[in-house]
């Protein structure tokens, strides 16, 4: 009889790229296209800004560890999130961050990836996440801004809206047509 190994924090530091630690095992996060890229880069920009101009939290772009402890998940790997924790140096961040952002991919769709996010929320919120954003470039409904207090009615942020994350990070909000490029380039 042979025994599975249980991966651990340990394990998940030797990982090559973006990946989770969720029921004892490595769920690795394959590198996502244009869109879903951008969008994730406009959010921590402009959540980088939010920080040098309140100094009440940390930026955190994608591919940052966050450690928790749950019974069934031990990290999250955010597309970009807000921080109000201690800073870690060269380790992962311990807790969750109070803002976290999930840009869907291109296999972030159908029934079952509906059932995967729906679940990953929930973590977050048992985790001491306080809003979680939904962002679908490929939706009318842009952003969906979850929130702990309540979770099953999501806020809807259009293009055109100004959207914002409540009290997960105060006095910030964006333009959701931040999230898009504007035109494309010319050839020169």
């Not at 807000?82 to 060269?90: C, F, I, N, S, V």
Request: with cysteine.
């Amino acid at each position: 009889m042979t025994t599975a190994h249980k991966a651990t924090i340990e394990d998940l530091y030797r990982v090559s790229g973006k990946a989770e630690l969720v029921d004892g095992e490595l769920v690795l996060m394959p590198p996502t296209g244009y869109l879903p890229g951008y969008a994730a880069s406009e959010i921590l920009i402009s959540l980088r800004s939010h920080e040098r101009a309140s100094r009440s939290g940390y930026a955190i772009g994608d591919n940052v560890g966050f450690k928790v402890n749950l019974p069934h998940r031990e990290s999250f790997s955010p597309d970009a999130a807000w921080y109000t924790g201690q800073t870690t140096g060269m380790k992962f961040l311990e807790g969750a961050p109070m803002f976290a952002v999930e840009v869907r991919s291109e296999g972030d769709y159908g029934r079952r990836a509906e059932q995967e996010l729906a679940e990953k929320r929930r973590d977050y919120f048992a985790a001491g996440t306080l809003c979680v954003w939904d962002v679908d470039m490929q939706s009318p409904d842009v952003i969906k801004a979850y929130h702990a207090y309540d979770p099953n009615n999501p806020v809807i942020f259009r293009r055109g809206d100004v959207a914002d994350a409540g009290q997960a990070v105060p006095g910030w909000s964006m333009p959701v047509e931040d999230l898009f490029p504007n035109t494309p380039l010319t050839k020169q």
